[in-house]
């Protein structure tokens, strides 16, 4: 693999705290800047927003520049915002660093997992997603439970300064690291696909499930995620002070996920995606019943967390292999469906607490938007079998020219 690959990573893992960090920052940027908690929340918004906007649109405006110089863009522009919204006493200012922010992230997410993609060998390319979604789990074990203590001790401003810091040398090392383009293709004399032909390629219908299935298992990982404090506190019966433990727990499983995912998603693609898409239904239905057990949510976090990532990274590392016809926007499109997973489970999850069902309810619906994703994996590859000649059947994720096992 390509050292160039994981200095991706390293920027991934500071783009990843900063999304995250703000769940431990909200109260003391809402005391410092005058507004409200619900108010300083749309911080979070913001940066969702940004995130599904940005990634086709980034994607799509850098779509004629070469790699490196969109990567060094957009992660310098990301330095700057974190910059200014460390300094700033002005929220709508900081508010609209979040949203550049973002977009700066979702546009070096979208071409960083085409850059990874074409750096790597051409049955690697799973191993190459995985290394750059491990930054983000490592983000949730190490930079977001940091960037809170870090933000306790020293004022939530600290916590801005040390992403920027820590994206600086991510801009060095890509400088000198990446190659300063890498083609779609192997022949020198090919030119990459414009955006008309790239976004007439995404409509492969195939594609278009891969994308639906990535974006309903990140909802069902993010639905209980978000709510994982008070489900921890409130119905598992943990202390507060085991909530950073506890999320550090399901960091450390989502890192294992995305490992082994990258290890078997360029060969064994379907040995990921069956039966960790079957175990990671019944694991959020057994963690529903029992919630109430410490000893169960424990196991069930880490077991969880390594499902969920296994087999979102196996789909995303698929979306990659079946986007070869759209090298950038493919990347652009599977960021974005991860981002509106993000957004929607949250949301849904927050709506069923606010109904009165209790803080177990996210558990519920996670349970349901997995269900929901095999049932339409299994009516796609039903279709796709009715419609099948001798020549184009095939597995429903082919991801190489290897046979599958």
């Given amino acids: 693999m390509p050292f160039a690959i994981y200095i991706l990573g390293l920027a991934v893992f500071a783009q990843g705290t900063s999304e995250f960090m703000l769940s431990g920052l909200i109260p003391d940027i809402a005391h410092d800047l005058g507004v409200s908690i619900s108010a300083a929340g749309t911080l979070t918004s913001a940066f969702a927003a940004g995130m599904i906007v940005g990634a086709p649109l980034m994607a799509v405006?850098?779509?004629r520049w070469p790699r490196r110089r969109a990567l060094l863009i957009f992660l310098t522009a990301f330095v700057i915002v974190h910059a200014v919204?460390?300094?700033?006493?002005s929220f709508p200012v900081l508010l609209v660093t979040r949203a550049l922010g973002a977009l700066a992230n979702a546009g070096f997410l979208a071409v960083g997992l085409a850059t990874a993609a074409g750096m790597a060998k051409p049955d690697a390319m799973g191993r190459a997603t995985s290394v750059l979604l491990s930054g983000i789990t490592l983000a949730c074990v190490a930079g977001v439970p940091a960037g809170a203590a870090l933000g306790q001790t020293l004022g939530w401003?600290?916590?801005?300064?040390?992403?920027?810091?820590i994206s600086l040398p991510a801009v060095l090392a890509v400088l000198r690291s990446v190659p300063d383009t890498v083609r779609a293709?192997?022949?020198?004399?090919?030119?990459?696909?414009?955006?008309?032909?790239?976004?007439?390629?995404?409509?492969?219908p195939r594609l278009l499930v891969m994308l639906l299935l990535a974006a309903l298992v990140n909802a069902a990982t993010f639905c209980t995620f978000t709510y994982l404090?008070?489900?921890s506190t409130d119905?598992?019966?943990?202390?507060?002070?085991?909530?950073?433990a506890l999320l550090a727990l399901f960091g450390l499983g989502s890192f294992a996920g995305v490992t082994i995912g990258g290890r078997l998603s360029d060969t064994r693609p379907m040995r990921v995606l069956i039966p960790g898409g079957i175990a990671l239904l019944a694991g959020w239905a057994l963690f529903t019943a029992t919630a109430a057990s410490p000893v169960a949510a424990v196991l069930l976090i880490f077991v969880q967390g390594a499902l969920s990532f296994a087999v979102g990274s196996t789909l995303?590392?698929?979306?990659?292999?079946?986007a070869t016809r759209a090298p950038s926007l493919g990347g652009s499109f599977a960021t974005a469906a991860l981002n509106v997973g993000a957004a929607a489970g949250p949301a849904i999850g927050g709506a069923t607490i606010a109904a009165g069902l209790g803080y177990r309810s996210p558990l519920w619906v996670s349970a349901l938007l997995v269900a929901a994703?095999?049932?339409?994996?299994?009516?796609?590859?039903?279709?796709?079998?009715?419609?099948?000649?001798?020549?184009?059947?095939?597995?429903?994720?082919?991801?190489?020219?290897?046979?599958r096992g």
């Fill in 157 to 165: 401003r600290s916590a801005f300064w040390a992403v920027a810091l």
């Fill in 229 to 231: 404090t008070p489900l």
């Fill in 85 to 89: 919204g460390a300094i700033t006493t």
């Fill in 185 to 204: 293709t192997d022949d020198p004399d090919e030119a990459r696909p414009g955006a008309r032909d790239q976004l007439r390629a995404l409509r492969e």
């Fill in 235 to 244: 119905v598992s019966g943990f202390a507060e002070g085991w909530v950073p």
């Fill in 373 to 403: 994703a095999l049932a339409t994996a299994s009516l796609a590859h039903a279709v796709r079998r009715m419609r099948a000649t001798p020549r184009d059947d095939a597995p429903a994720f082919p991801a190489t020219g290897r046979p």
């Fill in 316 to 322: 995303i590392a698929q979306v990659l292999y079946a």
């Fill in 61 to 63: 405006l850098s779509l």
